[in-house]
């Protein structure tokens, strides 16, 4: 396989598994080559992720880290399936205040979100309640972030972005 590989990790992985699995997708540490998608909801990640991190850091391999925030949030309310936005939420942030923690670097976020003015998410801005998931559920497969809370989540990912760039150059 020569092409980019992206392996989605729970807080179920290893450092060992996680270090055997990088060498076997990317013998040669070429950079680019893996992403490593993390889900784990934000309390298992705070706890796990540092580990995962400093197992890869102690043996010089190149990765890029990627969270993804929604399906490790994903729960049943009223029948519908749903995430709420506060834990997608605290998940990213615990995704960059450990890249913070441990000086590494936040490479990306999945996120599954629509422009619609869709009800499939619980809160954020649009102050969707459970109540109104039947309202405008439109998904075929998993819920995803309506046009407001996306930009919500986009904002805050630029203000982290900001903060990283500004303490680097007062470095």
């Known amino acids: 396989i020569g092409n980019p590989i992206g392996v989605k990790v729970s807080d179920k992985c290893s450092e060992a598994d996680l270090l055997t699995m990088i060498n076997a997708f990317n013998p040669n540490n070429e ?3 893996l992403t490593i998608i993390v889900r784990m909801g934000a309390e298992k990640l705070r706890e796990h992720f540092p580990k995962l991190i400093k197992a890869v850091q102690d043996e010089g ?17 009223q029948g519908y399936k749903t995430r709420r936005y506060d834990n997608i939420l605290a998940e990213i942030e615990a995704f960059f205040d450990v890249h913070d923690q441990m000086g590494s670097v936040p490479g990306g976020i999945h996120l599954e979100m629509t422009g619609d003015d869709v009800t ?3 809160g ?4 969707v ?4 998931l039947e309202s405008r559920y439109h ?3 998993d819920p995803r972030l309506n046009a407001e809370q996306a930009l919500e989540i986009a904002f805050y990912v630029a203000s982290r972005l900001r903060r990283r760039r500004m303490q680097a150059k007062e470095n």
């Open 120 to 122: 499939e998410c619980i």
């Open 124 to 127: 954020g801005g649009s102050n």
């Open 139 to 141: 998904t075929h497969c």
């Open 31 to 33: 950079p680019g080559r």
């Open 61 to 77: 391999l190149i990765v890029t880290w990627q969270i993804d925030p929604m399906h490790g949030n994903t729960e049943t309310v």
């Open 129 to 132: 309640m459970s109540d109104d």
